[in-house]
């Protein structure tokens, strides 16, 4: 599995843009990003996920670097409600662990008024 | 609405008891998998099922069974052999083999009285 590495915790101003960095050094040329959140007592939400474009949808903006080492998550106008712990994960893309979903400890992201 | 349900929301055993945690789901999907989430901890994988009467031990598999006899359904029993249940635990579905993300259910709390 690839391994990822995230800082433990982020600020972030009110309607302001929510960068969230993760490395995944160790990743194969078959192997996708995925961003899931979790806000306190819930089930992980589903955010985005890609291979090697940038990608866009509703809640956010995906940028994967050309060498795929690393991706940046934007919230590009986080709200009080994106206060959440945020995994950056990459599941193996071959062999019986398939798609099997690793956790790491997240990014606390906080948004402040 | 499409999605995955978790019964109950909260659920007590005594010591020694087995008890049933009810994952349902209507999305159609092939996969399905079980989590367990400890305070302050991320996601651990308990047991996965690509394909109906087919599933896989994952890494914390001891004390655990689980089912899959219908597609929509992927049960998880906690038995007396498992010494520390209390935990969050939560249920995901995604489709078989692709790179389509797995959904979460909004989980089942666990505590031992």
């Known amino acids: 599995d690839a391994k990822t590495t995230q800082p433990p915790s982020m600020d972030c101003a009110e309607g302001r843009a929510a960068n969230l960095p993760c490395n995944h050094s160790t990743i194969s040329g078959n192997e996708y990003v995925y961003w899931y959140r979790q806000i306190h007592s819930q089930g992980p939400q589903y955010i985005i996920h890609?291979?090697?474009n940038n990608e866009t949808n509703e809640m956010a903006s995906l940028i994967i670097t050309e060498d795929r080492k690393s991706s940046t998550l934007i919230l590009p106008h986080a709200t009080l409600r994106d206060t959440a712990v945020y995994y950056c994960i990459v599941p193996p893309a071959g062999g019986t662990s398939y798609g099997k979903l690793t956790f790491g400890q997240g990014t606390i992201l906080t948004v402040h008024p | 609405d499409g999605g995955i349900t978790q019964s109950p929301k909260y659920l007590f055993r005594k010591e020694g008891q087995n008890v049933t945690l009810s994952c349902e789901q209507n999305l159609n999907h092939d996969a399905m998998y079980w989590y367990r989430q400890d305070p302050g901890q991320g996601l651990r994988l308990i047991y996965y099922s690509q394909i109906v009467n087919d599933f896989q031990k994952g890494d914390i598999a001891e004390g655990y069974s689980v089912s899959r006899e219908k597609k929509e359904s992927f049960p998880l029993t906690v038995t007396s052999a498992q010494k520390n249940p209390t935990a969050f635990y939560l249920c995901?579905?995604?489709?078989?083999?692709?790179?389509?993300?797995?959904?979460f259910g909004d989980g089942t709390r666990l505590s031992i009285l």
């Open positions: 995901a579905s995604s489709p078989q083999r692709s790179n389509q993300p797995q959904h």
């Open positions: 890609g291979l090697k």
